[in-house]
């Protein structure tokens, strides 16, 4: 069987562990043929992401904090020398303020509002805009959001409203990189007992609602998102931009007591 994403040169940001969806992709991109570049944000995650690296047989690891420009820019160069031509950029990225997302979306603070919207909205923004250049030939830049964008999930708080302006910000791209035939959308994820994704206050009832009433009746998980993304960043794709894609289950169109 042919491989979807052979000769692509692809990045994946937002790998964290093993356990994370930004891992499952990068797998799934190298099962594919892709050549992968991970990156980590900090010193502290560099070790682990460069174990999870050798193991997948990615490319390179190379550092890149998404709020500092200089490291956007040094990304850019490191590109510039091993992949000239970049074909896709996975942008899995969130971060809130534990504090922000464990009282009522009234109290958040202005500093963290602002800092989830940087990390988590305005960093595809700045992602894109980098790297961008680098994609001559077209390409694909796909990001990860959930259906608390667009609907109140209790617990969720500001960073549903942050993933409400990643959504807004895939359209924009879309439209504007579209002449450069550069793809841009997202994949809205059922919620998936990831490392961060325990920072949400009753993730486990928030589960277990789930799998009782999608239509599939069960949770969704990282390798189903990663295959989603392989799709969105292949040929097959290739007339697909500024869409959000649900790997939910189904759960997006259920209503009010449909599952009873």
């Not at 994820?189 to 609602?209: C, E, M, N, Q, Y």
């Not at 939910?248 to 209503?255: A, L, N, T, Y």
Request: hydrophobic content about 45%; aromatic content about 6%.
């Amino acid at each position: 069987m042919a491989e979807l994403l052979a000769g692509k040169n692809t990045v994946v940001l937002g790998v964290a562990n093993r356990w994370s969806i930004a891992y499952a992709i990068a797998s799934a991109f190298v099962r594919e043929g892709a050549s992968v570049f991970l990156t980590y944000q900090s010193e502290r995650q560099r070790e682990t992401v460069e174990e999870l690296g050798a193991e997948l047989k990615v490319r390179k690891v190379l550092p890149c904090d998404v709020t500092k420009q200089e490291e956007l820019d040094s990304l850019v160069e490191h590109l510039k020398q091993d992949a000239p031509v970049l074909d896709a950029v996975v942008h899995s990225i969130a971060f809130a303020n534990k504090e922000d997302l464990s009282r009522p979306f009234l109290q958040t603070s202005r500093d963290g509002y602002l800092l989830a919207q940087e990390v988590s909205s305005y960093s595809l923004v700045s992602v894109s805009r980098a790297l961008a250049p680098l994609m001559t030939s077209g390409g694909s830049i796909t990001t990860l959001t959930y259906l608390g964008s667009t609907r109140v999930v209790q617990n969720y708080n500001v960073m549903g409203v942050a993933k409400a302006a990643l959504e807004a910000c895939v359209r924009y791209l879309a439209s504007e990189l579209g002449p450069s035939k550069i793809r841009v959308n997202a994949v809205s994820a059922g919620p998936i007992k990831t490392a961060s994704a325990r920072g949400i206050k009753d993730l486990t009832k928030v589960l277990d609602g789930v799998a009782k009433a999608s239509p599939l009746r069960r949770n969704t998980d990282t390798a189903e998102v990663a295959d989603t993304v392989v799709f969105l960043t292949s040929n097959m794709a290739r007339g697909v931009t500024g869409n959000i894609v649900y790997v939910d289950s189904g759960f997006q169109i259920v209503g009010l007591g449909l599952s009873e």
